[in-house]
């Protein structure tokens, strides 16, 4: 079984010639089945324009489908208190299997009390949050607000709520590691490692990086296998972890027993 849990409907990459978005999500559904991908969950952006649809557009466009879920994106300058009202029905509803800050995109620390109502609300409905860390793919964003090391306070503070530390921190993924290690209660997904198709040194490189964050952090009930798509590619990022020399039951954690878990996926 494969669960894919941060994919976006936005107009990325292989959608960027794709405007509607029942057509995104076909284009969705057929990258699934071409690379045997059971469950997929959608991550709503951090602002709502034409080319990026809201949470209430994508739970509503998804309701014929049953292998996929919502994540739904919240931020202190694009959201108000109404919408995160909104979540919390549809979390009850069960539209709704986690939220994401996006730091660094949202120019603000994930530590910052702003933040705070969402880490009450993912704790009070028992769903993970997931935090952007790392490189951003826009331009506009800055850094120093996304290195995963912000996430121990986060973690320390709310011990309670999962969370899920995104694209590994990369480029910082040594900080990473240590969150993870440290945290019982921080996760991190794979994805979003690169944009497009892995070439043969950069693959060798994460492989390499992957490797050492299992052997410092132990056993993967952490890790969580993602894509990113359409800014990466699913056949890309599947022969990607082939080549991570893991047992089979370490696998299985990282491709859909995790996620399983920790999203409550039937």
């Known amino acids: 079984m494969i669960i894919d849990c941060h ?20 284009k969705l559904q057929l990258e699934m089945i071409s690379n045997n991908v059971d469950y997929a969950l959608i991550l709503s952006s951090y602002k709502v324009n034409s080319e990026r649809p809201s949470t209430k557009q994508i739970i509503d466009a998804i309701q014929k489908y049953d ?25 009850k509803d069960g539209l ?3 939220l994401k ?26 769903i993970p949050v997931m935090i952007h860390t ?36 990369n480029p910082w993924i040594q900080d990473a590691q240590e969150v993870i290690y440290k945290n019982k209660n921080v996760y991190a997904d ?16 994460m ?3 992957v490797a050492e964050l299992i052997n410092y952090a132990g056993e993967p009930r952490y890790l969580l296998y993602g894509t990113d798509w359409p800014i990466s590619t699913m056949d890309s990022y599947l022969n990607f972890v082939a080549k991570l020399k893991i047992k089979q039951e370490y696998r299985d954690l990282l491709m859909y027993k995790n996620a399983k878990d920790l999203f409550k996926i039937s």
Not at 8 to 24: G, V, W
Request: proline content about 4%.
């Open 190 to 205: 794979i994805s979003g490692l690169v944009v497009g198709n892995f070439d043969h040194y950069f693959e060798k490189m």
């Open 101 to 126: 800050i996006y730091a660094g995109y949202e120019h603000y620390y994930p530590y910052d009390k702003r933040y705070q109502k969402v880490y009450d609300t993912c704790l009070e409905f028992d």
């Open 7 to 26: 994919v976006h409907i936005n107009q990325y990459e292989l959608l960027q010639n794709t405007p509607s978005l029942e057509d995104r999500l076909e």
């Open 96 to 98: 709704i299997k986690g």
């Open 67 to 91: 292998n996929l879920g919502v994540v739904a994106g919240f931020t202190i300058d694009n959201h108000t208190d109404e919408d995160l009202k909104n979540y919390k029905q549809w979390i």
């Open 207 to 209: 492989k390499e990086k």
């Open 134 to 169: 790392g490189d951003t793919f826009s331009p506009k964003g800055k850094l120093r607000y996304a290195r995963p090391l912000h996430l121990d306070e986060v973690a320390v503070d709310n011990p309670e709520v999962n969370i899920v530390l995104c694209h590994l921190g």
